[in-house]
């Protein structure tokens, strides 16, 4: 089903590049999530034909080997990838995360050592704020590295890191001044390079992937560091990166926000084709349950939260792409789609009734899917939080 609403605002060049997305993912990811998702085994030949088509690069520019395509663009391409499959999605996202604290923050050697790898696919990236005891209040993480002969030392436990095990570089961040008031003054993102793939290198042990509920496919990793060593040119944007951390990875989270509001859109409109096709096919007291007020109800309000998510996801990367602040719109759009994608899978799977509970309809999937949606790049409560604190910013009297 081509979704209408919303290609009109598309350039030529958006349009041919979402309906290239659009193909693939019909062809080779909705025919197979089911049975990657069920085994909860990594789509390596998908991620190895996304790796031709150019999506690991979308927004590198074309001078290190990428498409140089804007935000707006990628987060149409994000939305397309995530109708099929969030793990699919999961797999570039955090990627695309890494590639752009390189492109904003990196020095200029870090750009051209990673980002033309980074732009074929051939090394991907993760990114790594979170621990056992620290998700949302990021400033309370415990990680370390200290200076030491020739460099530094990375200690400490991370937790929940998206392509954790496959990533050749992981994004971290630490605190290298626990002392520091206010905390987030003595942090530091590192550029960790690693085998990817490998459980166990020299300082870093990555313990078997955690074992989740949906989101399955895409490993989630803890991360632990012992003595992990890495020299000066591995803090993000040299030495002058020292203590900049938090600042360079909120920046690159609220990015993050358009890319996980992409991802809901995404979500939101497979539950609405899904709810659409079978509620027209099952006959209850002798007509199709579509024809049911209740029913049609249900669907109204489906089709008008994913047009409302994706006019929201839109609004707020067109801004960041026209240079605009736009952290209360990133922060809406990501509130919005996330929750908006819940509760479509949520209806979807009430349209489909007892066959929505069975592993044989993929709406199954998808309901399982989506709340991871509602968890990362902050959850809904912080990102209320964020929302009212900048709008009284915005608007005090
Ligand atoms: C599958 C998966 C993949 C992930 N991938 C990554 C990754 O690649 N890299 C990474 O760094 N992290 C990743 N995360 C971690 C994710 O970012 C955190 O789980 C998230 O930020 C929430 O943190 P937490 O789980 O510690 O919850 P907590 O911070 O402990 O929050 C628990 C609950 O309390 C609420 N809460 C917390 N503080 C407040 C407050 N001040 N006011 C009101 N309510 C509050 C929260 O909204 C939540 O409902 C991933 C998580 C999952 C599940």
Sequence with gaps: MAVAVGYQDKTDDQKAITEMVRQFVDKEILPTAEEYDHEDKFPEPIVE??????????TIPEEHGGMGLDLTTYAMIVEELSRGWISIS?????HFIGSYLLLKFGTDEQKEKYLPKMATGEIRGAFSLSEPEVGSDVQGIKSTAKEVDGGWEINGQKMWVTNGLRAGLVF???KTDPKADPPYKGMTCFICEKEPGEAEVPGLTIPPQIKKMGYKGVESTELVFDGFKVS??????GR?????????????LE??????AARGVGVAQRSLEL??????????????????????????EMGTRVEAARLLTMKAARMKDAGERSDIEAGMAKL??????????????????????????????????????????????????VIGKKLLERHKI
Excluded: C
Excluded at 49 to 58: R, S, T
Excluded at 240 to 252: I, P
């Design 240 to 252: 002058e990166g020292v203590g900049e951390g938090f600042r360079q990875m909120m920046d690159a």
């Design 49 to 58: 034909q996304m790796k031709e088509l150019g999506l690991f690069g979308v």
């Design 336 to 385: 919005f789609a996330s929750e908006a994608a819940k509760e479509n899978a949520e209806d979807a799977l009430r349209i489909h009734g007892g066959y929505g509970y069975s592993k044989e309809y993929e709406i199954e999937r998808i309901y399982r899917d989506a709340p991871l949606l509602l968890i990362g790049e902050g959850t809904s409560e912080i990102q209320k939080m």
């Design 275 to 300: 709810a659409l096709r079978y509620s027209q096919e099952r006959k209850t007291f002798g007509k199709p349950i579509a024809q049911h007020q209740a029913i049609t109800f249900k669907l109204a």
């Design 232 to 237: 000066d040119d591995h803090i993000l944007g």
């Design 172 to 174: 971290v961040l630490v």
């Design 90 to 94: 999961g797999v570039v996202n955090t």
């Design 255 to 260: 990015l993050g926000r358009v890319n996980v």
